[in-house]
């Protein structure tokens, strides 16, 4: 991440982190639409915020037809993807961190990121940035705030509450171990 903010990203770079990214939402969002009515998902189920066409999108500007999903994929995203699919069955209200901690992210620090990206003189112009992209600075926020309110309206036992942050804190320990790979 220092590295994205400081400019130092190539093309190569980039692209793989935008396709580790890919299979990190391409687990997490089909898993969010399985459980679409869950009482606990359901307060955060927007489909303006979801990122993996984006992904695909942008990756596509930069490699034109010559990329596959599985290019550039570190273990620490093969063992992320896992992640999400055995809380999936297992107890999916835990996907609620992983959206928390992708999502608010995204809408978040992502503004700063796309700024820093667009302007990354590495990097071919325009630079896609369709994944940092959820319309204007007021859409943006809204997005954000509607994300805010629906976690805060979740009804959870402490013992749950508590499953979700510590599952939050795993989701930023993966992201870590994603970061050094890259
Ligand atoms: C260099 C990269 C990053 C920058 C500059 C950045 C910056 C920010 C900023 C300015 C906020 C808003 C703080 C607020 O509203 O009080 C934020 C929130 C957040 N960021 Fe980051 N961020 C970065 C990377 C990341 C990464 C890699 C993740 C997750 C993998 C992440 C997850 C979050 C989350 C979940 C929030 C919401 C926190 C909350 O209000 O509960 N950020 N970030």
């Known amino acids: 991440m220092r590295s994205l903010?400081?400019?130092?990203?190539?093309?190569?770079?980039y692209v793989a982190l935008l396709s580790n990214l890919l299979m990190i939402y391409s687990a997490l969002e089909p898993a969010l639409d399985r459980n679409a009515a869950h009482p606990v998902l359901s307060r955060i189920a927007h489909p303006?915020?979801?990122?993996?066409?984006?992904?695909?999108a942008d990756l596509s500007a930069l490699k034109g037809g010559d990329w596959r999903?599985?290019?550039?994929?570190v273990s620490a995203?093969?063992?992320?993807?896992k992640r999400i699919e055995a809380i999936d069955l297992a107890?999916?209200?835990?996907?609620?961190?992983?959206?928390?901690?992708?999502y608010l992210g995204d809408l978040s620090g992502g503004q700063v990121l796309k700024r820093v990206v667009s302007s990354n003189p590495m990097l071919k112009t325009p630079v896609p940035v369709a994944f940092y992209d959820f319309g204007d600075a007021t859409t943006t926020a809204s997005l954000a705030k509607?994300?805010?309110t629906g976690l805060a309206s979740v009804v959870l036992s402490p013992l749950d509450e508590d499953a979700v942050v510590a599952e939050a804190k795993l989701a930023f320990e993966l992201h870590i171990t994603l970061f050094n790979e890259l």
């Open 5 to 13: 903010l400081r400019c130092e990203i190539d093309e190569t770079r």
């Open 48 to 56: 303006a915020i979801r990122r993996a066409a984006a992904l695909r």
């Open 69 to 73: 999903e599985s290019d550039a994929i």
């Open 77 to 81: 995203t093969v063992a992320y993807a």
């Open 91 to 102: 107890c999916p209200q835990l996907l609620l961190a992983h959206a928390y901690v992708r």
């Open 146 to 148: 509607t994300f805010r």
